[in-house]
C-alpha cells in the first residue's frame, strides 16, 4: 500500500548533473526523516544522504559537496540533485523513510561514464 517510487536517473558523463525525485505515498511524509541510498553491483547497499523534517540536511563524506537534498511536502516527495558526478556514483539509487521501514521501490539507475 505504501509506495516509494524513484526516478529521475539516466545515463551521464563525468562532471555532469542528474536530478532524482523520490514520490512517498505516506501520510506522515511531511514529519518523517527521509533517506536515499545507492547499491552498486556486487555491493553492499550504501547510505548516501539525509533530510529532517526540518529540512535539515547531512551526506556521506562521499557526497559532500556535489549532492543536495531536498524536499517538497506539499508533493510527498524527497529530491536528489547530484552534480560533478563521477564514474563511482554508478548505482541504483533509493529512498526510504528512516529507519528504513517501508517496502523498498524499485529505484533508479545512474550511469555516469568515463
Known amino acids: 500500500q505504501v509506495q516509494l517510487v524513484e526516478s529521475g536517473g539516466g545515463l551521464v558523463q563525468a562532471g555532469g548533473s542528474l536530478r532524482l525525485s523520490c514520490a512517498a505515498s505516506?501520510?506522515?511524509?511531511?514529519?518523517?526523516?527521509m533517506d536515499w541510498f545507492r547499491q552498486a553491483p556486487g555491493k553492499q547497499r550504501e547510505w548516501v544522504a539525509r533530510i529532517f523534517s526540518s529540512g535539515n540536511p547531512v551526506y556521506a563524506n562521499s557526497v559532500k559537496g556535489r549532492f543536495t537534498i531536498s524536499r517538497d511536502n506539499a508533493k510527498n516527495t524527497v529530491y536528489l540533485q547530484m552534480n560533478s558526478l563521477k564514474p563511482e556514483d554508478t548505482a541504483i539509487y533509493y529512498c526510504?523513510?528512516?529507519?528504513?521501514?517501508?517496502?523498498w521501490g524499485q529505484g533508479t539507475q545512474v550511469t555516469v561514464s568515463s
Open positions: 505516506l501520510s506522515t511524509f511531511s514529519i518523517n526523516t
Open positions: 526510504n523513510r528512516f529507519p528504513p521501514s517501508l517496502p
